[in-house]
């Protein structure tokens, strides 16, 4: 009935300074109305984070991939394929947490590392296509109702194919335009004809 509402802080929005982070997120809070922010990254930005929550905004992680880096990897990779890799991602998920977020987003992390994780965690773990052993599941709405551009993640399910239908429909509008059947009688209005004839009258006056 009423959904949590968080802002994605954009990028360099938060990496440049704790006070810049702490200025933007307030802004994106404050002006917007939502719920909560949240910052992509360990524990190279928990000081970033402890700062924000300690300014009264509720701070949501993000780890595992990080989708607003990905022209430095290049495409999507899974994470956490490997003990050591889980380990890192875990001292992430600790920094985060010690930091003060409420929840943080798992994302194409392998389920066993992200069970192990969850498991470590006081607070509760949202996994985009990190398995079936965290709290929650999250997905982008885009790749739901298929209208997302470019790359798709492969953990991702559609639902619908919106684009596909999107096509076809404007598609159809436009040959009706074509055609002439658009607009038909019902798709705008009319004078009435008294009012058609004192028009007719006006337009002969202004040229006499």
Same mark, same amino acid.
């Given at each position: 009935?009423?959904?949590?509402v968080?802002? +994605?802080?954009?990028?360099?929005s938060y990496?440049?300074?704790?006070e810049? #982070?702490?200025?933007?997120?307030g802004r994106l809070?404050?002006?917007? $109305?939502i +719920?909560?922010v949240?910052?992509e990254? $360990?524990a190279?930005i @928990?000081e970033?984070?402890?700062a924000? !929550?300690?300014a $009264?905004i509720?701070?949501? $992680?993000?780890?595992?991939?990080l989708?607003?880096?990905?022209?430095?990897? =290049?495409? *999507?990779r899974?994470?956490?394929k490997?003990a050591?890799?889980?380990?890192?991602i875990?001292e992430?998920?600790?920094a &985060?947490?010690? @930091?003060? !977020?409420?929840?943080i987003?798992l994302?194409?992390?392998t389920?066993?590392? #992200?069970?192990?994780?969850?498991?470590?965690?006081?607070?509760p773990?949202?996994?985009?296509g990190? =398995?079936? *052993?965290? +709290?929650?599941?999250? &997905?982008?709405?885009?790749?739901?109702?298929?209208l997302?551009?470019?790359v798709?993640?492969r953990? @991702?399910?559609? *639902?619908?194919?919106?684009?596909?239908?999107?096509?076809?429909?404007?598609?159809e509008f436009?040959g009706?335009? +074509? #055609? =002439?059947?658009?607009?038909?009688?019902?798709n %705008? %209005?009319r004078?009435?004809e008294?009012?058609?004839?004192?028009?007719?009258?006006a337009?002969?006056k202004?040229r006499?």
């Open positions: 009935k009423h959904c949590l968080v802002g +994605d802080m954009p990028f360099m990496q440049v300074s704790v810049e #982070a702490v200025r933007n997120a809070f404050k002006e917007t $109305g +719920d909560a949240k910052l990254g $360990g190279e @928990a970033k984070v402890k924000t !929550v300690a $009264g509720p701070v949501i $992680g993000h780890i595992g991939l989708p607003q880096r990905i022209s430095l990897i =290049g495409r *999507y899974v994470q956490g490997d050591s890799s889980a380990r890192v875990l992430d998920a600790l &985060l947490q010690e @930091a003060g !977020v409420f929840a987003v994302e194409s992390v389920a066993e590392a #992200a069970k192990h994780i969850t498991e470590k965690l006081r607070v773990t949202l996994g985009a990190s =398995g079936p *052993y965290v +709290d929650g599941q999250s &997905l982008n709405l885009y790749d739901i109702i298929g997302s551009l470019g798709v993640p953990f @991702a399910k559609k *639902y619908l194919n919106l684009a596909e239908d999107l096509t076809r429909v404007l598609g436009k009706d335009v +074509d #055609a =002439g059947r658009f607009p038909a009688e019902e %705008f %209005f004078m009435e008294k009012e058609v004839m004192k028009l007719s009258k337009k002969k202004s006499s």
